[in-house]
Structures are given as structure tokens and as C-alpha cells.
């Protein structure tokens, strides 16, 4: 079985995002990049189906700048077996529906029989991608998911299906799918692994064949959502801390401040 | 400006086991599509619609029932909360309609054709205003918008489902053992949240004692999801659920940045912690600086005390 997962570079998780001089744009002189995490859970999940079928195969895909590439290599190293790169002006300046159709060409001609996205991206914080993706194919998808494998293989040892579980509200809900579908993920079961020494070796050996965002057909125009302004969300902190009391009267304390200043309880 | 809003049929109560906890999460699904439909009418000429004869949600009969009535009578705005079941509707119907999206919007306004839209970006690190052109499909934050008190229930118009563009099938429920039954974290207005200072997932009862008391939902840091004491639902941050309640009480949390990008948009934030360096204090409209195990009875008994006289 082959598998594409889909992954954006984004700022590391660690970092504080600032805003730039121009008030739109975050500054970008400060930024360690990463892989954006749910992409990386997604990572995960591809790569213990490999694990526990070595047939499977890990593509990896990244819409986006040059920079892109070390988010390749990180999931080259992490055990992924190829990765893409869709590059240039236009790649740079796509919305997400765009994304989802230069991301849909790559899947065309990948022929993976099934793809995974994160359930949102860390930079737009979207959640738009994955959908898009499915729509622009034609296929379903199921989101949020934590964990999927083959469906109860058949007499003749045959895979009949995928088995999905989504998270919901109290549990999960399991959905089984028959032909291809595309799956955001919102955390794998196990922490998504470190690259490896070796993997790292074999990483910066592998070609990362470059794709043109616009030689895909799909251009930059028309974005349908514009950033209009970006600014620090407003700054807290100035509260009220309590040290030391005696904790019954400290909470005594707390409930009537909660009651008669923050008008809460 | 035609504004329609999306009434949330999450999954029948009954396809779960009808408990009080998915009473609970209907009412609360009940509060958000009463919120979305007033802000409908606010902003134009509105119609509240459901999507009807589903047992569970399932992204293609909701999306082809809607897709199709949009199309055929074309609103500038479809609303839809943004709960995980509505953020994965409205994304899918946004690419099927061809239309703008924006997701998590805490404002919403027109002006000259378009809709600004106030949302977080970078994991709830920057405010934002983006403007989308029209007609867009929005999915708004729970608890963005005060109802106007005494808002009129609106009408609903039920569409059923298009049960024929179905391709998954549905295989069964499988419930998380530590599920707390509570209302969900996206659409709660108080969350009690837990970190790893709580020390085992048997120190629990005590916040769920609090929780109860509050009406609140439960919350967790990564670490203490990670370790596995708690479903991973309950997460809160940059991995897990944000979070805007009007209270937020963090019980031995420290506060990393991941943790902070998921509820410090909260109205107020209240922090335990015997560390007073702790991270979560910078953001903390009240900090107690102390043993958790000391204060945790004491405010419940307090709280107790406080809603009795009340
Ligand atoms: C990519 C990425 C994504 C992440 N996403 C998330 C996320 O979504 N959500 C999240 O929460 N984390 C996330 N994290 C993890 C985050 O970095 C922290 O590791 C985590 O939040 C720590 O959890 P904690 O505060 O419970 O534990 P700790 O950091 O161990 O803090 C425990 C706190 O409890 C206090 N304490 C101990 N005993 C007591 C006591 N008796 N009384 C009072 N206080 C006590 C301690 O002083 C300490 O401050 C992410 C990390 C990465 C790398
Ligand atoms: N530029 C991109 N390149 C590759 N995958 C992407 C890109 N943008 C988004 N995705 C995928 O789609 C998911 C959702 O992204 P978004 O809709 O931007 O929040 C991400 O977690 C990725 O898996």
C-alpha cells in the first residue's frame, strides 16, 4: 500500500510568533521551522503502518517555499521512503482551495491508496486543506481521526477496506471506507518519532524532485481570503497572585473575588 | 446579504446511549446554534437550517444536501459553529460550493461586498482581521457571540440529508473508558483543566467534585493526556482543543506556550501552582501559589458555600 502524506512547514511550536513592521505578515528573521505537529502525528500514524507492513510505502508532499525542503528531509529522516516539493512564486501565495488543487495533481499522479493531511495547520490554523483535498478527487474523507489499519483482511488474505477511527465527544467513532479517502489526523498514538542517525545519512542522500506550483496548473490569482491585519493577542498577566496564605482563607478569598470583581460565580 | 446558519445535529442521543451526558452536549450544541442564528439575523436576512434523517454526522450527505439548496438559492453567508463536527462540514461545503473560508471567526462583519473576519493564527499566537470575499462560508467560535437575551428560538427549515452520496460506512461507538460525561470543552463556559502537578489520574475525583459543582468541563495539559490519565479529548492548546471560556482554572499546569495558545483567549484565567515562577501565572487573572492538594478542597468547599447562599 502507498501512502501521501501531506505536511506544511511551519514555525516550530516552541517559538514566539511575532508581528511584522508592516502589521500583516509575521516577522520571519526569528523563526525556527518545523514540521506543523498535526502533520507530524500524521507522519507518525503513515510510518507504524510501515512498520507493521514493511510493503507500505511513505510519500511525503510539501506546497511551499524553498525553505520547505528541511520539513522533507525531517520526515525523509524520520523513515518516510520519497518526498515532493511543489515550489515557486506561485506556491508561495496560495490559498487553501489552491493548495488542495496542486496538492490534488500530486496525488494524481502518486496514486497513493490513501491520503493523509493534519487536522489543521499551525500557521493559518485553518482546517481547510484536508476537506478540499478530498473534494477536489472526489473522494470522502474522515477527520480528526487518532488511529486506521486495514480492515479485517479476507479469505485470500485480501484487504477489504480501510477501518478508520475518528475522535468525537466521549470515544471514537469507527468508519470503514472501501476505495480511497483522505484522513486529517489529530494525534497518532505514540509520540511521532525521532529521525534517526542513519536516517538522517540516507535523508541527505535521497533527490527531492521539485514540481512548479504553476506548471500544475494552478496559479496564485484569486485568492478568496486576505490577511487585512495581524497584532499580539491582547497582553494579560497584572493578576492578582496569592502566596503563602493559609489555603482556606486564600480560598475563601478567591471565590469572593470570582463572585463580587470577575462577577463569575 | 442572505445569512444562513447551520443548526448543529450532532449525533442522536440515542446512537450513543442517550445518557445525561449527551443530554448535556445537545443542549449545549442547542446554545451554539441559537448563538449562530442570531448573529444570521443580525447580519442580514436569515434562515436557520438542519440537515435531517442522519443518526450520526457524516461530512457528504450534510455537505450535499446543503450544497445543493445553496446553490439553488444562493446565500452570501452560511454560518456554522465552529465545533469539530461544524469545522469539518464547513470546510467541506466551502471547497464544494467553490467559496471563500474562514474558520474559528470570533467577529464578523460587512463592509463593501465582503466579510472581515477576526480569527487567531499560528496556533492562537496572533489576532488577525481577514477579509473573504462573498459569498464565504464561515465557522464561528462557540461563545463568540453573546445571545441577545430573550433571542426568539428562529425557525428552522429541516433539509434531509443526501443519504446516497454516503461512501464510508459506519462501524461502530466505541466509548473512552475515562470519558467524563461533562459538556464538551468547545462549547463550555467554565473548564476546569488538569496538569501533571495533579500527580495520577486518581487524583481526578477531586476535580471532577469542582467540575460538577461548576457546571465545567474538563480540561488537561498534553502531558497529563500523553501519560495517558486522561482522554485525549480533554487536551488543551496547540495540539489539543482551544479553549474560550468565561473561566479558566488551571490546577498544577505550568503553563507552556502550547499549552497558553489554547485558553488564554479565556475571559478569566484562575492558576494553582506551587511554583511561583510558573508560566502560568503571566497570564493568570487570579493565582493562588500553593499546594493544590490544600487549596482544591478548601475552594470546592468554598464554592459549595458560595452556591448555597446564592
Ligand atoms: C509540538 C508540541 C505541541 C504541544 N501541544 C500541547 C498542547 O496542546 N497542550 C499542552 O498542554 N501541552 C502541549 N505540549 C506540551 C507542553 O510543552 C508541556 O510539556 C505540557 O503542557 C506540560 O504539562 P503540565 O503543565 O501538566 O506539566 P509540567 O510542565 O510538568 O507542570 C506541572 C506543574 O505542576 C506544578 N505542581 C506540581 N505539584 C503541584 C502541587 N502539589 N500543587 C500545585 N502545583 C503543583 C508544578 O510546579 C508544575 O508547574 C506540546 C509540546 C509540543 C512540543
Ligand atoms: N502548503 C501545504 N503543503 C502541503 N500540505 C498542506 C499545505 N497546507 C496545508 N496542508 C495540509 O492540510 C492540512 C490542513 O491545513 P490548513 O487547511 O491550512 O489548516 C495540514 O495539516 C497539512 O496536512
Redesign the pocket.
Known sequence: MKLLVCVKQTP???VRVKVAGDGRSIDASQITW?IS?YD?YAVELALERKDADPSTTVAVVTVGPTRSRDALRQALAMGCDEAILVTGAAAESLDGLAVARALAKVVEEAKPALVLCGRQA?DDDQGLVGQALAETLGWPHVSTITKFRPADAGPAGSVDGIDVWREVEGGHEVWRTSGPVVLTVQKSEKEPRYPSLPGIMKAKKKEIPEKDASSLGVDAGGAKLEIVKMEPPPARGGGKIVKDGDMKQTAAELVRLLREEAKIL | MKVWSIVERGTAPAAKGGGDADRREERAQRRVSLEIAAKAKELGESKALEVTGLERYSALPVVGAIAAKAKAESPDLILVAATPTGRDLAARLAARLGWAYASEASGIAIEGGAATITRTMYAGKVRAAVRASLPAVVSVRPGAFTLPSGAAEPAVESIPADAGAEKLAFQRFEPTAAASGRIPLAEARVVVS??????GPENWKMVEELADLLGAALG???????AGWRPNEE???????TVTPDLYIA?????????L??MTSSKVIVA????PE???FKVADYGVV??????LPAFTEEVKKAKASA
Open positions: 516550530d511550536s516552541t518545523a505537529p507530524e499551525s | 488538569g496538569g501533571r502537578g495533579l500527580r488537561a495539559s498534553r502531558a497529563v493526556t500523553d487536551q488543551v492548546g496547540q495540539t489539543g482543543r490546577l498544577g499546569i505550568s503553563g507552556a506556550i502550547q499549552h495558545a489554547g494553582v501552582n506551587k511554583d510558573a508560566d502560568i500553593g499546594d493544590l492538594f490544600e487549596f
